[in-house]
T-cell receptor, first 110, second 112 residues
Framework: QKEVEQNSGPLSVPEGAIASLNCTYS??????FFWYRQYSGKSPELIMS????GDKEDGRFTAQLNKASQYVSLLIRDSQPSDSATYLC??????????FGAGTTVTVRA | EAQVTQNPRYLITVTGKKLTVTCSQN?????MSWYRQDPGLGLRQIYY???????DKGDVPEGYKVSRKEKRNFPLILESPSPNQTSLYFC???????????FGQGTRLTVV
């Protein structure tokens, strides 16, 4: 059974700092990678998707993918209190099944 | 408004009493899935469907059934619920493979 592992939290960062989240996956044929954000008591929502090796930037968020190392990360620059949430890493392989990590809870201190 | 709607939002039931959680999407998405979320375990896929009348098991299908008779609906059925099925359940839909999943509001199920 394929696995997605995320760095254990919780992660606490001061406002304005960079939050760094890491994720490794076991399935070498995984093709698509996603970062979802989940506020307490709410449903997950997509913040980034990445399909190719390298970096992808969207506003204050940067996703990095290294397929050789089976590693994907998410950087949140200029962290804001509104970024306080649980971040879920997910991958999708050839069988179209989406597998999620356990999540990393981020708290941004004002 | 584009959305995935689950009902009920909260449900307390007794062991062995059959129940159905409904899920409906209005985005004409091909793919629909059910997940359960437990503390420390993240989201685990129960069943998924790539089209009408096409369903397949996810990682934790035991004790659950699904059906996809229409594109918009994907109900989750617990024929004989047990306390270990107490969890937070999410339905999701995608336009197709390798695309964003849109989640419903969640159903918090307690089996006593």
């Amino acid at each position: 059974q394929k696995e997605v592992e995320q760095n254990s939290g919780p992660l606490s960062v001061p406002e304005g700092a960079i939050a760094s989240l890491n994720c490794t996956y076991s399935d070498r044929v995984s093709q698509s990678f996603f970062w979802y954000r989940q506020y307490s008591g709410k449903s997950p929502e997509l913040i980034m998707s990445i399909y190719s090796n390298g970096d992808k930037e969207d506003g204050r968020f940067t996703a990095q993918l290294n397929k050789a190392s089976q590693y994907v990360s998410l950087l949140i620059r200029d962290s804001q209190p509104s970024d306080s949430a649980t971040y879920l890493c997910a991958d999708e392989s050839n069988d179209y099944k989406l597998s999620f990590g356990a999540g990393t809870t981020v708290t941004v201190r004002a | 408004e584009a959305q995935v709607t689950q009902n009920p939002r909260y449900l307390i039931t007794v062991t062995g009493k059959k129940l159905t959680v409904t899920c409906s999407q209005n985005m004409n998405h091909e793919y629909m899935s059910w997940y359960r979320q437990d503390p420390g375990l993240g989201l685990r896929q129960i069943y998924y469907s790539m089209n009408v009348e096409v369903t397949d098991k996810g990682d934790v299908p035991e004790g659950y059934k699904v059906s996809r008779k229409e594109k918009r609906n994907f109900p989750l059925i617990l024929e004989s619920p047990s306390p270990n099925q107490t969890s937070l359940y999410f339905c999701a839909s995608n336009p197709g493979p390798n695309t964003e999943a849109f989640f419903g509001q969640g159903t918090r199920l307690t089996v006593v």
